[in-house]
T-cell receptor, first 114, second 112 residues
Framework: DVKVTQSSRYLVKRTGEKVFLECVQDMDHENMFWYRQDPGLGLRLIYFSYDVKMKEKGDIPEGYSVSREKKERFSLILESASTNQTSMYLC?????????????FGDGTRLSIL | RKEVEQDPGPFNVPEGATVAFNCTYSNSASQSFFWYRQDCRKEPKLLMSVYSSGNEDGRFTAQLNRASQYISLLIRDSKLSDSATYLCVVKGSNFGNEKLTFGTGTRLTIIP
């Protein structure tokens, strides 16, 4: 079974802090994704990566950056956290090859910025 | 217009009833379609893919209408455990592009 692990289930940080959210997958997947999920807005893609050191902007990249130094790990960075970044953050991964491969999600990190 | 639109619900349905959700998408070049299920405070999980000819998995039937750009999910003989939010998901139009676009979800509650 695919396992996607996010480093924290709950996190509380202060405005202006630099925040790191870590995600690790154990299935040697090429593609990894970071989403945020907010009531009424659904899941929105922040960034994704299709290979080590590669990254692509999603729909809402502003205020975020990412790092993919190793294939199994994809980090989301809030450069200077703001209250509007309080949200549920979900990491996902999927293998190469297109078709109907599902995305496998981590448990999510509920981040609160005070 | 949103790329993927769903009725947010909530749908409150008695146990044993049949319930159907629709979802519309705006990009006619979209290639792949899915229904995901998300339980309260949990991560989304793939329920089923949606194939052009329609497909069934037990009590669940998914259909795709490319001409009208909508997909549907039918749940027969609903169970209490079917209570969840159902997410309509559409995959990017480029080969090898694994990007998914999610609808905001339809909340379903099965009433005993």
């Amino acid at each position: 079974d695919v396992k996607v692990t996010q480093s924290s289930r709950y996190l509380v940080k202060r405005t202006g802090e630099k925040v790191f959210l870590e995600c690790v997958q154990d299935m040697d997947h090429e593609n990894m994704f970071w989403y945020r999920q907010d009531p009424g807005l659904g899941l929105r893609l922040i960034y994704f990566s299709y290979d080590v050191k590669m990254k692509e902007k999603g729909d809402i990249p502003e205020g975020y950056s990412v790092s993919r130094e190793k294939k199994e790990r994809f980090s989301l960075i809030l450069e200077s956290a703001s209250t509007n970044q309080t949200s549920m953050y979900l990491c996902a991964s999927t293998g190469e090859g297109g078709g109907n491969q599902p995305q496998h999600f981590g448990d999510g990190t509920r981040l609160s910025i005070l | 217009r949103k790329e993927v639109e769903q009725d947010p619900g909530p749908f409150n349905v008695p146990e044993g009833a049949t319930v159907a959700f629709n979802c519309t998408y705006s990009n006619s070049a979209s290639q792949s379609f899915f229904w995901y299920r998300q339980d309260c405070r949990k991560e989304p999980k793939l329920l089923m893919s949606v194939y052009s000819s329609g497909n069934e998995d037990g009590r669940f039937t998914a259909q795709l209408n490319r001409a009208s750009q909508y997909i549907s999910l039918l749940i027969r003989d609903s169970k209490l455990s079917d209570s969840a939010t159902y997410l309509c998901v559409v995959k990017g139009s480029n080969f090898g592009n694994e990007k998914l676009t999610f609808g905001t979800g339809t909340r379903l509650t099965i009433i005993p």
